[in-house]
């Protein structure tokens, strides 16, 4: 293969009407349909047992459902490799390695409800993270942290589109795609202004920090299979596995993945 054959020829370039990709530059991805899903696991913990579920305060939502409906503003997250410049490996060239992932904080904003829920909550979960040992207006008061295995939660974005939820018998339509949160907890929770003049709707920005994310694209409904913890075994409770893209169920010892499954090391078709 000659040099020039790995530059693009005229043939790459496409010089077509823009009737034959019509459908492709007809279909963006908008900004608006999302939903980030608070699957919290551990809040009866961190909550110190006070109840977010009064109908009249939540109207009539769970708070976790009140939580997801006020989030007015999520990100999908990037990533960043750290790398490591090596010199000498190759004469005369300078070449660079990736030797850690990091992933960037995730930020967050709700829209301040009249009744302050969402407000109480985070602050009732920050003040948990590093609560106020003793009697808080005493002088001698100090605090101590709490066991991360206590408050890291998990929390989900999900992103579909306006043709996602749509019935009847469609050629095609766009899936759903989601991003898991792991081991995500409050770092920063900005102040927020009030003054007098023109009304806005009160917000409330919070930072959150996690160890790392999964994904999984062009998803209809995730597969769901029995959990089994250390304590006992219910068929009620459901879970999604799945991480980049894969689509990954455990049931007791039996691994089914795409195109069969593993038991003790054997496929079985």
């Keep these: 293969m000659s040099e020039n054959s790995l530059f693009p020829r005229r043939s790459n370039i496409f010089q077509n009407s823009v009737l034959d990709v019509r459908d492709s530059i007809a279909r963006p991805s908008l900004d608006t349909l999302y939903q980030v899903v608070f699957s919290f696991g551990k809040y009866e913990t961190w909550l110190n047992g006070i109840n977010y579920n009064d109908k009249k305060r939540s109207q009539g939502?769970?708070?976790k459902r009140k939580m997801s409906l006020?989030?007015?503003?999520?990100?999908?997250?990037?990533?960043?490799?750290?790398?490591?410049?090596?010199?000498?490996?190759?004469?005369?060239?300078?070449?660079?390695?990736?030797?850690?992932?990091?992933?960037?904080?995730?930020?967050l904003t709700f829209y301040c409800d009249a009744d302050m829920v969402i407000l109480e909550i985070l602050e009732t979960w920050m003040s948990f993270i590093n609560p106020i040992q003793t009697n808080q207006r005493r002088t001698d008061a100090y605090t101590r942290f709490n066991y991360p295995?206590?408050?890291?939660?998990?929390?989900h974005i999900t992103k579909f589109e306006r043709d996602?939820?749509?019935?009847?018998?469609?050629?095609?339509?766009?899936?759903?795609?989601?991003?898991?949160?792991?081991?995500i907890w409050p770092t920063n929770l900005t102040s927020m202004r009030v003054a007098y003049g023109d009304s806005n709707v009160l917000k409330c920005s919070v930072q959150f920090a996690y160890d790392r994310f999964f994904t999984k694209f062009n998803y209809n409904d995730s597969n769901n299979a029995v959990v089994n913890t250390?304590?006992?075994?219910?068929?009620?409770?459901?879970?999604?596995y799945g991480g980049q893209g894969s689509s990954v169920n455990k049931l007791g010892d039996t691994t089914i993945r795409q195109g069969g499954a593993v038991k003790d090391g054997v496929k079985i078709n």
């Design 164 to 183: 996602t939820f749509i019935d009847g018998n469609r050629e095609y339509k766009s899936n759903m795609s989601s991003y898991e949160f792991v081991n």
């Design 149 to 155: 295995e206590d408050y890291k939660e998990i929390i």
């Design 61 to 63: 939502q769970d708070f």
């Design 70 to 107: 006020l989030c007015t503003e999520a990100e999908i997250p990037g990533t960043q490799y750290q790398s490591t410049l090596a010199v000498g490996h190759h004469q005369g060239i300078q070449e660079e390695f990736p030797n850690l992932r990091s992933f960037p904080p995730l930020n």
């Design 230 to 240: 250390h304590v006992n075994s219910n068929s009620n409770d459901q879970k999604t």
